[in-house]
């Protein structure tokens, strides 16, 4: 098996080449792999459900396999999203202003890739085709390393998609996947500083902050999705229960999906047993407060823990609270600052909750399910950032570059 540092030094390499690679052949590489997935849909399928099977015997929850299943639909999907990289416009090369000095010196600010970027993630196989597809448009070669309970899917997804690109025309190892899943190469991938230029996890919160602790290399933290739905007292409760109802159920292992329900005392009688109901039927588990288990019967204590925890599963916390101020106040001391909703007509309420809500994307009256780079109109993305450095909130091409500053002269010293 080759060794991480020297897949690791072979992206690196490649890095000086594809950064020089035009736009034309980047797109026509994107193009290259779409077709490959499609192509090769039964082998992926096939090594996909080597993983499911495995998932299912170690006991994994539903929740679980449905991060991890792929379906010939996903797939196509996933080829479709590259085609959608390819047609966005080139992140790099372009010069965002130009000034010209006094001294006679002009300067301009030109975007260009980050380098190599590694990424340590769970599950979703999916990322795996994102992944490489964002970092290449963007001029950038990838180390890739998930876990394990995906690792005959990843190798297949990865394995199609590199010999494609290389076909293209792409420097071959720009593309890497670590076979070794073991903890120790996830520990040394984070170590790799002359070789890394940002590293970017994606999975739950023990896994990101393992990477926060244990990194060396630079380190964009993103995923952990503990997301809020507040219901105001000026909402409208139909509203009100659609969106809670997709927000937790359409697909509760997501980031993105609703982990806590807060509602306005002055309705929470009245409106949480509508909200409930369809949620109950569903089959969701119900953890509530003091007050809330005095209007839901079918609800259990929530504990201090419940309100930090992404559940990744059909489960809800739920808090009756005293009115707007006790609801931003608990989110800013709860949420994970990656997607808070309001539901209310109360036009200064949404402004209040739009400015003090501390997170990457904050909604008035629609579903956090649409924190996705997708939804958001930027294609594919690597990630949902929640810290405030660099990139916050979905990140797309742009997010995958960073600038160098072109200075010409004709002579002039200092």
Known sequence: MIMLREQANLAKQSTYALMITSSALRNAALLSMAAALEENVELILNENEKDLSAAAQNGRGEAMLDRLRLTKERVFDMAQGLRKVAALPDPIGGEDFSILRPNGIRIARRRVPLGLIAIIYEARPNVTADAIGLCLKSGNAVILRGGSEAIHSNVAVADVMAQAAYESGLPEGCIQLVRDTSRETATELMRLNSLVDVLIPRGGAELIQSVVRNATVPVIETGVGICHTYVNAAADFDMAAEIVYNAKVSRPAVCNAMETLLIDEAIASRCLPK????????????????????????????????????????????????????????????????????????????????????????????????????????????GISTQKLHARGPMGLNELTSVKYIVRGDGQIR
């Open 275 to 382: 909200i409930a109901a369809p949620l109950i039927k569903r089959g969701v588990e119900l953890r509530g407060c003091e007050r809330t288990r005095a209007i839901l019967l079918e609800a259990i204590e929530a504990t201090e823990q419940d309100w930090y925890t992404e559940y990744h599963d059909y489960i809800l916390s739920i808090r009756v609270v005293d009115g707007l101020e006790q609801a931003i106040a608990h989110i800013n001391k709860y949420g994970s600052h990656h997607s808070e909703c309001i539901v209310t007509n109360d036009y200064m309420a949404a402004e209040r909750f739009l400015n003090e809500a501390d997170a990457a994307a904050v909604y008035v009256n629609a579903s956090t399910r649409f924190t996705d780079g997708e939804e958001f109109g930027l294609g594919a993305e690597i």
